[in-house]
């Protein structure tokens, strides 16, 4: 592979279009919505799609089956939570439902000091108070307006998750390889989905028109499987700054596909909390950078 292939730019840029694949998510899912589909639904397209995209890799997967069944757990406990990112999607404005997905470095940083014995620095705090102040920002009343209090409540879960993931997967699938841990994460999404469907919905309903399957189509491609290959390609090359830098465009792209596509307003409250969780983002960002 070329030097400019394994270069910290080349992995940033990866990251980079990772993220904005992960940004795109509020559009295709609202794009689903409006053809019928219900969120429980749609994840489970998602994840189908996302799994048959892992095919070619069977020959791998099956020859790391105890990898790929970590993986299916750790991703079935984390995607099971996206249902409700997804459901606040459909019943709060893009911009409150993303900064509140933002919050995942407060519960990061408490559940490394918690539940790992993570040393909790002058940085760390520091971190965690910007998102702190960022949540005072994003729940006060000039950008809560009228929106329903349980789907914001229910809103904070995927970023606890998340948190909760990112250790789990610093620990035990750091070593697994990419696509084995793709397809146990996707496999792992697509049977809590299944679970969660006929238990809570009594079944899956099948898109009903070509939109309904290009929106579920383009999720399970551009912000399920590519984002995330991209990220985890692009990640260890790029190192923890650089990917928090470009990270932050899932942050922006999601911000500006509500204001853009949908026409929703972001108040001077929002900008404020992007402001100050994409800083504490960099924070937590250096403080991995001297521990490596």
């Given at each position: 592979m070329p030097s400019n292939f394994?270069?910290?730019?080349?992995?940033?840029?990866?990251?980079?279009?990772g993220a904005i694949g992960f940004g795109l998510m509020p559009l295709f899912a609202r794009a689903a919505y409006a053809e019928g589909?219900?969120?429980?639904?749609?994840?489970?397209?998602?994840?189908a799609?996302?799994?048959f995209c892992c095919l070619p890799w069977l020959p791998r997967i099956l020859a790391a089956r105890r990898d790929f069944l970590i993986a299916l757990v750790a991703g079935a406990g984390y995607m099971a939570s996206m249902l409700f990112y997804f459901v606040a999607l459909k019943e709060l404005s893009v911009a409150l439902t993303v900064l509140i997905l933002f919050t995942y470095p407060l519960f990061t940083i408490l559940i490394g000091w918690l539940g790992f014995g993570a040393?909790?620095?002058?940085a760390n705090l520091i971190a965690a108070l910007l998102v702190l102040l960022a949540a005072g920002l994003i729940l006060s009343p000039d950008t809560m307006g009228d929106a329903p209090l349980l789907p914001v409540l229910l809103g904070f879960l995927p970023p606890?998750?998340?948190?909760?993931f990112?250790?789990?997967a610093a620990r035990r699938l750091s070593h697994i390889a990419i696509p084995v841990r793709l397809s146990g994460v996707f496999s792992g999404g697509l049977v809590a989905m299944l679970l969660i469907g006929f238990g809570w919905e009594g079944g899956v309903t099948l898109p009903s028109s070509m939109l309904a399957w290009g929106a579920a189509a383009a999720l399970a491609v551009l912000s399920t499987f590519g984002a995330l290959g991209l990220?985890?390609?692009?990640?260890?090359?790029?190192?923890?700054?650089r990917s928090a830098i470009a990270g932050a465009g899932e942050l922006i792209t999601s911000l500006l596909v509500g204001l853009l596509a949908f026409a929703e307003p972001v108040s001077p409250a929002m900008l404020g909390g992007a402001a100050l969780i994409l800083a504490a983002i960099f924070v937590s960002a250096r403080i991995e950078h001297e521990k490596t």
């Open positions: 394994r270069s910290p730019l080349f992995g940033m840029a990866l990251v980079g279009f589909l219900s969120p429980l639904s749609l994840l489970v397209w998602r994840f799609i996302a799994v040393r909790l620095t002058r606890l998750a998340y948190a909760l990112i250790h789990l990220l985890l390609l692009g990640a260890p090359l790029a190192g923890p700054e």
